[in-house]
């Protein structure tokens, strides 16, 4: 028997051309057919026909064929006839679709593929009350799979069910359209199914693990996109190791082809693309991640309202048929409708913005209208017969007012001195379309506000250069429509000289009956670098030596007057021009009631350090002075109410009463007789010390001591001093004087 030869299975690929009269992309009864339109194989995706590339004309029925193809890519173009427009397939453009299941109800969004805004909002089959499992968009037609194997086709203009299929039993994680074709995911086992979008029949099956089993198993989940431009899938695998996250398979052969590294890979739950960027969903964040194709360069992120669980793009606008053929496929039914162009468009200017689509006059791609700048546009439109016959007539297009947000808010100015509260800064003004709009603002920084059209501080709110020579803060202006522009702003903070502050002193208690007191050391604080202070008093009785606050020589505080004293000192700075601080310091009189008296030992009037030792230079010093009175003590013995600060002129009052008499000289000497007699009792020194002072004339001390006079000690003693003060050159007294101290 003579052995066969190994033959190839061959593909066809088969439709019709029509006149869609009525323009709504599906052909009607009594549709005509369209024939010797050029149909053919576009090998290299320019969207023209070029030398050598497969092309047939349509039959006189309108129908089609291109037989004996091998399996693989094509992409099916028409060159539609002068005079038509092509209405299937749609020109979708670029679109994109997201599921937001958990929203009550389910609802499917049509999002701005560019912003993430929301087009429209379409509902989920009447009554589903189960969880979307995928969605996908072929530019015509959107699928929506559930999780109760259910496939519904929707209208993805109104979102009216336009059919629906049970699918085989699987669990389902993922839905893609190419090519003319659905996949969906069973990530539990990592098959992809190949379904007819018509019937959901399953039209073939790869096992991603078994294909993929060189490197490691493939192991995808959670999501499955398509490519339409490379007629390749994208998934998401969990082998990390082996594979860049985000994997790209053929739609083919369910071979892996390369992969692209995303962050975030174990979040994704969809994904889709839309001409040459893929659209990752994550659920966890409410956010659309937008990457190039070939270098999975991060473009942008979209904020949704809620977590995409299926993702449908589509971004082609040539209006091809894009097919992926398997041996022996027949793909039927890849048909193109053209509708004749029944009218043309004049007019007087920028006539070329509108066209008329399915018998509706409208405005071009991209194009729009400005009330501001054109409140009417004069049109003349012409309706030209197959026959060429023309009828024309003008129009008027009223273009109706909307609201237009500001498109700029500026600052004249924006320089602000520091330490001026409530300080102006600048005009604030806005662009906006709408004229005599109303505009509120909203500063970021609360100590700003803008009143009758200057940004200012708000009372009591002042800056400081120190702190900060600049900073930026963001004005909002929102007009009465509720539109907003917002825009940085940057602050200039201006020098000035700054007060001192913190005006302080190292003491605040002060001795009273002391003249000339000091009271402490003055400080303060200065932000200017480099400058100095000077200080002032405004109490007379005080003066300032270099940065020490004391009394004036002659001058004393008196607990009778008061047992606290008031000042306000002032700290003035080198800065030109000048700048003063002021601070009330409270300062404590301190007891001091006997000046003259030794406050350590009464009776040690020449201070004896460091023992304190009484002697009888003690009283000599007392008789001196009664001797010589000078000017210190008045006729009847009076000494001043204050002694001098830091004055070695001797305690002359050891009785404590205000007076330098000879009764002082008494105590000291009755003192040292008593010390001298042993056995009889305390010294009058410790009595002096136990009794309350000034001694007068009924203290008991005072009769102790005149008591003891008679005593023989004490009479050689005082015989010894009346004889020196009696006989004594008073030069020489004072000499014994100097000596002794």
């Not at 729009?368 to 023309?390: C, K, M, Q, Y």
């Not at 940065?547 to 004393?556: E, H, I, M, R, S």
């Not at 007891?591 to 020449?606: F, G, I, K, M, R």
């Not at 009847?636 to 001098?644: E, F, I, M, N, T």
Request: proline fraction near 6%; charged fraction near 15%.
């Amino acid at each position: 028997m003579e052995s066969l030869e190994k033959r190839q299975l061959l593909a066809s690929i088969s439709g019709l051309v029509w006149n869609d009269t009525n323009g709504n992309a599906s052909r009607g009864a009594g549709e005509p057919a369209l024939p010797g339109v050029v149909v053919y194989l576009d090998a290299n995706d320019n969207g023209s026909r070029d030398a050598g590339e497969t092309f047939t004309s349509a039959a006189a029925d309108g129908t089609y064929s291109f037989p004996g193809l091998v399996a693989g890519n094509y992409i099916v173009r028409e060159e539609v006839p002068a005079d038509f427009d092509r209405t299937f397939p749609t020109l979708s453009g670029a679109r994109l679709f997201a599921t937001y299941p958990t929203s009550i109800p389910s609802q499917i969004v049509e999002l701005n593929p560019a912003t993430g805004g929301v087009v429209r909002t379409l509902p989920t089959p009447a009554g589903l009350a189960s969880i979307l499992t995928g969605l996908a968009f072929d530019g015509q037609t959107l699928f929506f799979l559930t999780e109760n194997d259910t496939l519904y086709r929707l209208n993805p203009d109104a979102g009216a069910i336009l059919g629906s299929n049970v699918l085989p039993p699987r669990a389902y994680d993922g839905l893609a359209a190419m090519g003319g074709f659905l996949y969906a995911l069973d990530s539990s086992i990592d098959d992809v199914l190949k379904l007819d979008p018509a019937t959901g029949a399953v039209l073939g099956t790869f096992d991603l693990n078994a294909v993929n089993s060189t490197p490691p198993a493939l192991n995808v989940w959670n999501a499955l996109g398509e490519v339409p431009a490379t007629n390749e899938l994208i998934s998401i695998t969990t082998d990390a190791l082996t594979y860049d996250n985000l994997v790209f398979v053929n739609a083919q052969t369910g071979a892996v082809t390369h992969g692209l590294a995303i962050p975030d890979s174990h979040l994704v739950n969809s994904l889709t693309s839309v001409g040459d960027e893929i659209f990752v969903g994550y659920t966890t964040g409410n956010r659309i991640d937008v990457y190039r194709r070939d270098s999975a360069i991060f473009q942008r992120s979209l904020t949704t309202s809620s977590g995409p669980y299926g993702l449908g793009g589509w971004g082609d606008t040539s209006g091809a048929h894009r097919l992926t053929l398997t041996a022996s496929q027949n793909a039927t039914g890849i048909d193109f409708g053209d509708r004749f162009r029944l009218v043309t468009i004049t007019g007087t200017k920028w006539d070329n913005r509108f066209e008329v689509t399915s018998g509706q006059l409208q405005l071009k791609a991209e194009q729009s209208l400005n009330f501001e700048a054109e409140p009417t546009v004069n049109l003349t439109i012409t309706a030209r017969d197959a026959g060429g016959l023309e009828l024309a007539k003008p129009f008027t297009i009223t273009v109706t007012n909307v609201n237009e947000g500001p498109t700029n808010v500026s600052l004249s100015g924006g320089s602000v001195a520091e330490n001026v509260a409530g300080a102006m800064i600048g005009a604030v003004s806005v662009s906006d379309l709408d004229a005599g709009d109303s505009h509120t603002f909203l500063v970021s920084d609360s100590r700003f506000e803008v009143a009758l059209g200057q940004l200012q501080l708000k009372p009591g709110q002042s800056l400081d250069f120190e702190a900060a020579s600049a900073f930026q803060i963001n004005l909002t202006a929102q007009d009465a429509g509720g539109l907003a522009v917002t825009r940085p702003l940057t602050i200039n903070v201006t020098d000035r000289n700054d007060p001192p502050a913190a005006i302080g002193i190292t003491n605040q208690k002060v001795r009273e009956r002391i003249s000339g007191e000091a009271v402490g050391a003055l400080s303060a604080t200065d932000q200017d670098a480099g400058q100095t202070l000077s200080f002032a008093v405004d109490d007379a009785r005080f003066e300032i030596v270099g940065a020490l606050l004391k009394l004036k020589d002659g001058q004393y505080l008196d607990q009778t007057l008061g047992l606290t004293v008031t000042i306000t000192v002032t700290a003035t700075d080198s800065g030109t021009p000048p700048t003063a601080g002021t601070q009330a310091i409270t300062i404590d009189v301190q007891a001091n009631p006997h000046p003259w008296q030794n406050s350590t030992e009464p009776l040690d009037t020449n201070n004896d350090l460091p023992d304190h030792a009484v002697v009888p230079l003690d009283a000599l010093i007392i008789f001196n002075l009664l001797n010589n009175p000078g000017t210190l003590i008045d006729a009847a013995g009076r000494l001043p109410v204050a002694r001098p600060a830091g004055s070695e002129l001797p305690f002359y009052d050891p009785s404590g009463d205000g007076f330098c008499t000879s009764l002082d000289a008494l105590l000291i000497i009755n003192d040292i007789n008593n010390r001298q007699l042993e056995g009889e009792g305390e010294s009058l020194q410790s009595r002096i010390a136990a009794a309350p002072v000034p001694l007068d004339s009924e203290s008991p001390i005072l009769h102790a001591a005149e008591s003891q006079a008679s005593s023989p000690d004490l009479e050689l003693v005082l015989s010894a001093i009346a004889e020196d003060i009696a006989f004594a050159p008073k030069t020489a007294l004072r000499r014994r004087f100097g000596a002794a101290r």
